[in-house]
């Protein structure tokens, strides 16, 4: 029998015969699996480069029952507006984007907007076996519908904010945390009539605002009651809410914003009616967007570690891909002072 040469293309059992063991063990030790030993894997693989073996990922992913990519999912129940082109979004999908490819998966990208079926979206998702797991960025109004999904699968970490007896794991901010130290920097610079600028049905800014509300309670003497102004989430939704709250002649010499993007929004329409940020209106965000720094003037808020958060979603996915229960995380807000506080 003739010797195939080393620089021709081995089989997998061709592989498996030149280090002693089964072919099984060669398809772990190529997957990186730390069930070989690290010798024997650095051997395998060594064999392999020599011998020209390519892992045929096709066939693996069908003996695995695997596809290899990631759902990265965004309900738009709340504001079927909002745009992907959100820097926030952006942002976050960036992070995201790195780490996925770094594990070799591929992303399925799905923004998911308010229907007659609305309940149906995430089931489908999961039933059209298209992705190995699923990662939702913002409980929006779906809260009843991931925690449904949760209860049969594993594979499911959202962006968002612990809610009381939820099911699904969630990764976030501390909300509460965040915007009451953005409320108590306000009231220490001497600010006293504070309003909160956002749409409080949704979990996260609800937080937010519990968060201001808390603060309020706790000001000096002077300090003016908690008062909401509703905005949505757009790019100029504040835009309309303030003009609004200005003719009307309200009185308020500061802004915690449920957004950066809201803040923003808030800080142009301020200025446009011949009011100074922050002399006459103080105004503080959430989310710390690469923006924020840029703005004029450059806008106080409260900073989310988004690469961290988004490390941390893939990092808690693949434990539940691989079948492992996992704790939601909350990560601690940081307050940037910058001019418009």
């Given amino acids: ?4 040469p080393a620089s021709a293309p081995s089989t997998m ?39 020209g073996y390519v892992v045929n990922a096709t066939a693996r992913n069908l003996r695995l029952q695997r596809t290899q990519t990631i759902a990265v999912t965004i309900p738009m129940g709340h504001e079927s507006s909002q745009s992907l082109a959100d820097p926030f979004f952006l942002e976050m999908l960036g992070h995201l984007a790195e780490a996925i490819t770094q594990r070799g998966y591929s992303i399925l990208l799905q923004k998911i907007l ?25 409980q929006s109004t779906e809260h009843k519908v991931l925690d449904r999904a949760a209860a049969n699968y594993l594979p499911l970490v959202v962006w968002g904010c612990q809610l009381e007896k939820q099911r699904y794991c969630t990764v976030g901010t ?10 108590e920097h306000l009231l ?32 000096p003497k002077g300090t003016a009651a908690p008062c909401i102004v509703p905005a949505h989430l757009t790019a100029n939704a504040a835009d309309e809410s303030v003009r609004a709250f200005i003719r009307e002649g309200a009185k308020f010499d500061a802004i915690v914003a449920g957004t950066d993007a809201v803040a923003i929004s808030a800080m142009r329409t301020i200025r446009a009616a011949g009011l100074s940020v922050p002399k006459d209106v103080a105004v503080t965000g959430f989310d710390d ?19 961290r958060g988004a490390h941390l979603l893939v990092d808690l996915l693949m434990q539940r891909i691989g079948g492992t229960e996992t704790p939601s995380a909350t990560l601690p807000g940081e307050l940037i002072v910058r001019e418009s506080a």
Avoid: C
């Fill in 1 to 4: 029998m003739t010797k195939k």
């Fill in 13 to 51: 059992a061709d592989i498996a015969r030149l280090a002693g063991v089964s072919a099984s063990t060669v398809s772990r030790a190529l997957a990186g699996s730390p069930l070989v030993a690290k010798k024997k894997r650095e051997l395998i693989a060594k064999l392999a480069r020599e011998r």
């Fill in 114 to 138: 308010p229907t007659t079926n609305a309940d149906d979206w995430l089931q489908q998702l999961i039933t059209g076996n298209r992705s190995d797991g699923i990662i939702v960025i913002g």
């Fill in 174 to 183: 501390d909300n509460v945390g965040g915007a009451m130290a953005a409320t």
């Fill in 188 to 219: 220490n610079s001497g600010r006293r009539n504070i309003v909160f600028l956002g749409d409080a049905s949704i979990p996260e800014i609800k937080l937010r605002h519990e968060g201001y509300r808390r603060a309020l309670q706790r000001g």
């Fill in 289 to 307: 967007i690469a923006l924020a720094a840029h703005t004029a003037p450059s806008l106080t808020t409260v900073k989310q570690d988004l690469a």
